[in-house]
């Protein structure tokens, strides 16, 4: 049994036992023993004295002890169970494969920064967030925005025990943000209508027949908050371009940004082939910045197939070697 598993185990075993107690629903029991986690001993002093032998009982896993991305998974593995038969198809956490062609597609893109500022618009518990924060040292300061209270707070607690710096807005991401423009946005773009017409007006991709979707209207705001020359990488449906809201779409895409890549995940990551996904990589627009030459499209393999992961590194490596990154 690895470490993380091991973790999991002794935490299901304490939330089980916490939520069978006080009638609470797993994903709060999860929020009560994150909290714990954090807790210092002031915050100790006031709590009664019945809570002291469940609090002692977390405090001894010594969760602290782990390395952040241990924390990560084993933070994971407790949401996703907590989601089981619960959640909404859109609040599925993004599958760590996924995480791992990010960062090396980050690698890539900005191979002589430093430090990156990024933005998360759909950060929902930050899995995605901190898994790219973890493997990447250059991600020094990061932003997150989720609209549900709850994952919010999850996302939070999270990023405090990775000991990741990241600033949260508990709001709607199509409103306006308090944000300074980043260096990179990364999504996992929920795909679905957006029902505030007279916001959505405000954009270029708003349709005035019927509501605009939502993925398109977060696609530009995300291109707000960019960098003129940064980079975003969402991860979309791989019907995004074939939808009757997509010529729209394709144009404001075209007035705003170079597409860089298309890379389509492997099916076999997703529950079912209607929900396949693939990697999008835009570039905003600015006056240094000019399309490829040719746009860099990839079926991604299996990790599980070494070799083919291989040969397809090697194929982008090229690419990006073609293209003077």
Same mark, same amino acid.
């Given at each position: 049994?690895?470490?993380?598993?091991?973790?999991?185990?002794?935490?299901?075993?304490?939330?089980? =036992?916490?939520?069978?107690?006080?009638?609470? *629903?797993?994903?709060?029991? @999860? %929020? $009560?023993?994150?909290?714990?986690?954090?807790? +210092?001993?002031?915050?100790?002093?006031?709590?009664?004295?019945?809570?002291?032998?469940?609090?002692?009982?977390?405090?001894?896993?010594?969760?602290?002890?782990?390395?952040?991305?241990?924390?990560?998974?084993?933070?994971?593995?407790?949401?996703?169970?907590?989601?089981?038969?619960?959640?909404?198809?859109?609040?599925?956490?993004?599958?760590?494969?996924?995480?791992?062609?990010?960062?090396?597609?980050?690698?890539?893109?900005?191979?002589?920064?430093?430090?990156?500022?990024?933005?998360?618009?759909?950060?929902?518990?930050?899995?995605?967030?901190?898994?790219?924060?973890?493997?990447?040292?250059?991600?020094?300061?990061?932003?997150?925005?989720?609209?549900?209270?709850?994952?919010?707070?999850?996302?939070?607690?999270?990023?405090?025990?990775?000991?990741? =710096?990241?600033?949260?807005?508990?709001?709607? *991401?199509?409103?306006?943000? @308090? %944000? $300074?423009?980043?260096?990179?946005?990364?999504? +996992?773009?929920?795909?679905?209508?957006?029902?505030?017409?007279?916001?959505?007006?405000?954009?270029?991709?708003?349709?005035?027949?019927?509501?605009?979707?939502?993925?398109?209207?977060?696609?530009?705001?995300?291109?707000?908050?960019?960098?003129?020359?940064?980079?975003?990488?969402?991860?979309?449906?791989?019907?995004?371009?074939?939808?009757?809201?997509?010529?729209?779409?394709?144009?404001?895409?075209?007035?705003?940004?170079?597409?860089?890549?298309?890379?389509?995940?492997?099916?076999?990551?997703?529950?079912?082939?209607?929900?396949?996904?693939?990697?999008?990589?835009?570039?905003?627009?600015?006056?240094?910045?000019?399309?490829?030459?040719?746009?860099?499209?990839?079926?991604?393999?299996?990790?599980?197939?070494?070799?083919?992961?291989?040969?397809?590194?090697?194929?982008?490596?090229?690419?990006?070697?073609?293209?003077?990154?």
């Amino acid at each position: 049994m690895s470490t993380v598993e091991a973790y999991f185990q002794q935490i299901d075993n304490l939330i089980e =036992e916490h939520v069978n107690a006080n009638d609470l *629903t797993y994903m709060d029991g @999860l %929020l $009560d023993l994150l909290n714990i986690f954090l807790m +210092d001993e002031e915050e100790e002093q006031d709590l009664p004295e019945a809570d002291m032998v469940f609090i002692k009982k977390v405090q001894a896993i010594g969760f602290e002890r782990l390395e952040r991305e241990q924390i990560r998974k084993t933070i994971e593995l407790t949401t996703l169970k907590s989601m089981k038969g619960a959640m909404q198809i859109q609040h599925l956490i993004t599958p760590d494969t996924i995480a791992s062609y990010m960062n090396y597609l980050i690698e890539k893109l900005y191979p002589r920064a430093e430090e990156l500022t990024i933005f998360d618009p759909v950060v929902g518990s930050a899995n995605l967030l901190n898994a790219l924060m973890n493997q990447n040292p250059k991600l020094v300061k990061a932003f997150g925005s989720e609209i549900d209270p709850t994952f919010i707070q999850l996302a939070s607690l999270s990023a405090n025990l990775q000991e990741n =710096e990241v600033e949260f807005f508990h709001q709607d *991401t199509i409103q306006p943000l @308090l %944000l $300074d423009p980043v260096d990179l946005v990364v999504a +996992d773009l929920p795909v679905g209508y957006y029902p505030d017409d007279d916001r959505a007006r405000a954009f270029k991709v708003f349709m005035p027949d019927e509501h605009t979707y939502a993925h398109h209207l977060l696609i530009e705001q995300s291109l707000n908050y960019t960098k003129a020359g940064g980079y975003l990488i969402f991860v979309i449906p791989n019907t995004l371009f074939n939808s009757d809201q997509a010529t729209q779409l394709h144009r404001f895409i075209q007035e705003s940004a170079h597409v860089i890549a298309l890379l389509q995940l492997p099916n076999h990551i997703f529950r079912a082939e209607e929900q396949a996904k693939s990697i999008f990589i835009l570039q905003k627009k600015s006056e240094q910045t000019q399309s490829p030459k040719e746009v860099l499209m990839a079926q991604l393999p299996s990790f599980k197939d070494a070799k083919a992961t291989e040969n397809i590194v090697l194929k982008m490596n090229q690419w990006f070697n073609k293209e003077g990154y």
